[in-house]
């Protein structure tokens, strides 16, 4: 079946520093991923869309410039989260979805983030 | 703007009886997810209802949605404590896998 995978699972940071996460989507093309934040022991909160080729869609209240999203290929969206902070500490997950929309959703496996 | 809510948030179940949780949304959906999150994972697929009156069922749960009423149900029957998660219910009305979740209801079935 179609498998979404996130990099890394978990890191571990500085405050003050940058950190990449990668969504990839293994065996089928994805023209749009998202992207999810989680706090602990509370719901997902969509951040962006991630459109590729193009720029990406920002939910209302996320900084587009700390939260930078590129979606270089058809199968990879990255998330940077720049200048990381502790309140940037969360669960971050990604979903992407099979061509034609709206194609069968899956979603990567999360990447937590811990900044100290 | 569309809003999704579950009730309870909590659900502290015996084994063996029945328990239900509830999604209500606020606008016209196209599909209405299910999912299921252990702890420090991430989403577990259960269900996607498409259309008014769908009902599907998998082992214990049974899902259903009633577009009319904006709502959707899982059901648990006889609870087992190998069920004890967090449980989303997720909207997508926008027919392109944009989802908003609702709060989420951990369950969890005491022996």
């Known amino acids: 079946g179609a498998v979404v995978s996130q990099h890394p699972s978990r890191v571990i940071c500085k405050s003050g520093t940058s950190v990449k996460i990668e969504c990839r989507s293994l065996?089928?093309?994805?023209?749009?991923m998202f992207w999810y934040r989680q706090f602990p022991k509370q719901s997902l909160m969509l951040m962006a869309t991630?459109?590729?080729?193009?720029?990406?869609?920002?939910e209302q209240g996320v900084e587009k410039d700390k939260f930078l999203i590129n979606h270089a290929s058809l199968t990879l969206s990255t998330l940077t989260v720049t200048s990381a902070h502790p309140e940037d500490s969360s669960f971050y997950i990604c979903?992407?979805?099979?061509?034609?929309?709206?194609?069968?959703?899956?979603f990567g496996e999360g990447s937590r983030l811990t900044v100290l | 703007e569309l809003k999704v809510e579950q009730n309870p948030l909590f659900l502290s179940m015996q084994e063996g009886k029945n328990y239900t949780i509830y999604c209500n949304y606020s606008?016209?959906?196209?599909?209405l997810y299910w999912y299921r999150q252990d702890p420090g994972k991430s989403l577990e697929s259960l269900f996607v209802?498409?259309?008014?009156?769908a009902v599907k069922q998998e082992g214990r749960l049974m899902a259903s949605l009633d577009t009319k009423a904006r709502l959707s149900t899982l059901h648990i029957t006889a609870a087992v404590h190998d069920l004890s998660a967090t449980y989303f219910c997720a909207v997508d009305s926008s027919a392109g896998n944009k989802l908003t979740f609702g709060g989420g209801t951990r369950v969890l079935v005491k022996p």
């Open positions: 209802l498409l259309s008014n009156g």
């Open positions: 606008t016209t959906s196209d599909r």
């Open positions: 065996d089928f093309q994805a023209t749009t």
């Open positions: 979903s992407a979805s099979r061509q034609p929309s709206p194609g069968e959703l899956f």
């Open positions: 991630s459109n590729e080729g193009s720029k990406a869609t920002y």
